[in-house]
């Protein structure tokens, strides 16, 4: 493989940089794989250090997006859209959604877009004017497509319980304590989910308001962005950002199960063999948050109404289970497992 100075690229198909001097816009599509289909993964706005940081975050986004549309069946590659906030909290112009649009048309389909971090419905109805490679658009009532949050937290939630039997021997989340880091359209749906079974939650968010008023709502504690990682709790579940799995978080944790929806949780491959060295169960991310994915997957692809979407996500805690079984058999941590597994489906095994 050769060395273009970033070490997450991966036998990419392709990277592609954009600018659009009259809009503003710096974006980049990475695309990982198209071996099972046009390469599907959102698109994220997001202020990044520099570009360089932006790049590494669509070769890593791309690659789980490989892994996740394999795992969840789909005949979909991996793909990933990332457009440059100038500032943290920026708000993406008009003019920029259309220009990236332009710019997924310019991929004539080897890459479909959909919403992600930083963008909405609306969002993606400004991108689809300039192209039909979109999805997550909003749909009739019982039809596959739309916000894929909430499926992606229905998902999530099915794949926390299983992560809760398998790793703490427990058929009910009644008092089980989970600590929840990041309570967006994931994590917040996550956290409603869970307090109907009467788990025991804590709840934290970078906008520590947000997470005050959810945990108000649902009667749930409140724990900074920082400490939620590192409290004493039964499952850590992270649904916000990535790579907060590493060298220094991992020796702090507190927990017997780690299972959330965040992407990338693992900063390398090495905090993989952490986790396991500690016998902390984990839910490899793009596994189980592969909800968002199944239903704007089905949506595009014309496959399928709601039901089948619920029918698919209902399939993740065995997914998970065939993961956690090769693990117990091989003595190789989930993170590696799952990885051997995709690869195999995408023909790179």
Request: glycine content about 14%.
């Amino acid at each position: 493989m050769p060395d273009w100075g970033f070490p997450d690229f991966d036998d990419h198909e392709g990277v592609h940089l954009f600018t659009d001097p009259d809009s503003g816009l710096r974006a980049v599509i990475a695309i990982h794989s198209t071996a099972l289909g046009p390469a599907a993964g959102g698109v994220r706005y997001w202020h990044y250090a520099d570009s360089s940081a932006a790049i590494t975050d669509a070769l890593r986004l791309s690659r789980g997006m490989s892994y996740k549309n394999a795992m969840a069946g789909l005949p979909m590659g991996g793909g990933k859209g990332v457009v440059l906030a100038p500032k943290p909290g920026g708000t993406i112009t008009h003019a920029q959604l259309e220009a990236f649009g332009r710019a997924v048309e310019s991929l004539c389909g080897r890459y479909v877009t959909a919403e992600d971090v930083g963008m909405s419905e609306e969002r993606m109805k400004v991108i689809a004017s300039q192209t039909r490679h979109v999805s997550g658009l909003p749909v009739a009532a019982g039809s596959a497509g739309g916000d894929p949050g909430p499926y992606t937290a229905m998902g999530v939630y099915l794949g926390v319980k299983a992560a809760a039997k398998r790793g703490l021997g427990v058929d009910s989340m009644q008092g089980v304590h989970v600590a929840v880091q990041g309570v967006g359209s994931v994590g917040g749906g996550l956290a409603r989910l869970l307090a109907k079974d009467g788990a025991k939650l804590t709840l934290a968010d970078v906008n520590a308001e947000k997470a005050a008023a959810l945990a108000a709502e649902l009667g749930a504690d409140t724990a900074s962005a920082d400490a939620i990682l590192t409290m004493q709790a039964d499952i850590v579940s992270p649904n916000a950002l990535g790579a907060i799995l590493t060298e220094t978080s991992i020796p702090q944790l507190q927990c017997k199960v780690v299972s959330g929806g965040a992407n990338n949780q693992l900063a390398t491959r090495l905090d993989g063999r952490r986790l396991h060295a500690r016998g902390i169960l984990y839910s490899p991310d793009y596994v189980i948050n592969a909800g968002g994915i199944i239903n704007v997957g089905l949506e595009y692809l014309g496959q399928g109404d709601r039901a089948e979407v619920e029918a698919r996500i209902a399939r993740i805690p065995d997914r998970l289970a065939q993961v956690w079984d090769e693990s117990e058999r091989s003595g190789d941590p989930e993170s590696e497992v799952a990885d051997r597994i995709a690869q195999q489906l995408i023909g790179r095994g």
